[in-house]
């Protein structure tokens, strides 16, 4: 059996979760509404103050829609309680981030600025001149608005210029030694 599927999914007070025909999910929360259509094969019963997923058979393809269908509705869970939130840091001289209204206005060393409209459902914060907080409660839209902004120059190994994620990692690279 998977771990991950076989555990129930507890859903807070002022959460309520509705599953209609085509496995519709819909979770309502304090922060807001999300919905979602998940695998028909799978079985989602909401019992009481959780939410049970089971799978019909042990074809491999069932089993791996099994985590994830309950992955998917714990995500949505979190989402509407308490909301998900990517940082990114921007290293560099003269790069810096600006907001104005829904728009991120980024200088990153080109020769225009770089100019982002804030998705539906999305926020993006900004803590200083260098720290962007990409925030929501759909965690798949909070994770790619986020890699997109990153996309925009990502960090390079000799000087680690360029927008990371705050728990990202560069690998240095040394530079050109000259000749001797």
């Not at 509705?73 to 981030?97: D, P, S």
């Amino acid at each position: 059996m998977s771990r991950i599927g076989r555990m129930p999914i507890a859903i807070p007070a002022g959460v309520t979760v509705d599953v209609a025909e085509n496995n519709k999910v819909t979770v309502k929360g304090p922060k807001g509404t999300l919905e979602r259509v998940l695998p028909a094969e799978m079985e989602i019963k909401v019992e009481g103050a959780e939410v049970q997923v089971s799978r019909p058979n042990d074809l491999k393809k069932m089993k791996s829609l099994h985590g994830l269908t309950r992955t998917l509705i714990n995500n949505m869970v979190v989402g509407v309680t308490q909301g998900f939130e990517k940082k990114l840091e921007v290293n560099g001289v003269g790069y810096r981030a600006a907001k104005s209204g829904k728009v991120l206005t980024l200088s990153l060393g080109y020769s225009h600025p770089v100019e982002m409209t804030d998705p539906e459902g999305i926020e993006t914060v900004l803590d200083g001149q260098n720290i962007i907080i990409v925030k929501g409660i759909d965690k798949e839209k909070v994770g790619q608005f986020a890699a997109e902004i990153r996309d925009k120059r990502r960090p390079e190994p000799y000087k680690g210029k360029g927008i990371k994620y705050a728990d990202e990692t560069i690998r240095r690279k040394v530079g050109k030694t000259g000749k001797k």
